[in-house]
């Protein structure tokens, strides 16, 4: 039963930690933001506003038919069962590769409970400079941004002994 505790599977954990964090942020923006733009400025630089984005990462494939939503819902499914395949390869002294695999399937996850759930994301992230705004997004894109920069990162470390995977 505790095998999966010897490997990086340990680090699950935090997949649903992250999904629920981006669950809860999520509910909230819908419950006590209006739809829409400008939203509450924050800073002089950033707002949290309520807006909808049916297609991917800055709004790619937005404006399709729907079928985006069960294409992204399936990609995320199968990137969460390579991400989870890799994390069972891994160790129990690893820790730096299993973290960044978890928080993208948290938010890969995430964003497909809203697919699923709503037919859009719910973004609520604006950063902008003077009149020019970056697209809006959520805490699950931020989950994927920091796995996927962590894994570009130990790209360029060199592989420890201990770290190695357990592959035969």
């Known amino acids: 039963?505790?095998?999966?505790?010897?490997?990086?599977?340990?680090?699950?954990?935090?997949?649903?930690?992250?999904?629920?964090?981006?669950?809860i942020s999520k509910w909230f923006t819908v419950a006590y933001l209006e739809f829409?733009?400008?939203?509450?400025?924050?800073?002089?630089?950033?707002?949290l506003v309520h807006v909808y984005n049916p297609g991917a990462a800055f709004s790619f494939l937005a404006d399709q038919g729907g079928w985006q939503r069960w294409f992204f819902a399936v990609l995320a499914t199968a990137v969460t069962a390579l991400l989870s395949v890799w994390m069972y390869k891994l160790p129990?002294?690893?820790?730096?590769?299993?973290?960044?695999?978890?928080?993208?399937?948290?938010?890969?996850?995430?964003?497909?409970?809203?697919?699923?759930v709503l037919g859009h994301v719910v973004d609520f992230l604006d950063f902008y400079v003077g009149s020019w705004h970056w697209p809006a997004f959520n805490l699950a894109d931020s989950?994927?941004?920091?796995?996927?920069?962590?894994?570009?990162?130990?790209?360029?470390?060199?592989?420890?002994?201990?770290e190695q995977t357990n592959r035969p």
């Open 36 to 47: 829409g733009y400008p939203g509450i400025a924050v800073t002089p630089f950033f707002n």
């Open 92 to 116: 129990r002294t690893a820790r730096w590769l299993p973290i960044a695999y978890a928080l993208i399937i948290g938010g890969a996850i995430g964003n497909v409970i809203d697919r699923l």
């Open 143 to 162: 989950f994927i941004f920091i796995g996927a920069a962590m894994i570009i990162i130990d790209s360029f470390k060199k592989e420890r002994p201990h």
């Open 1 to 23: 039963m505790g095998a999966w505790r010897e490997t990086g599977l340990r680090w699950w954990w935090l997949a649903l930690v992250a999904i629920v964090i981006d669950q």
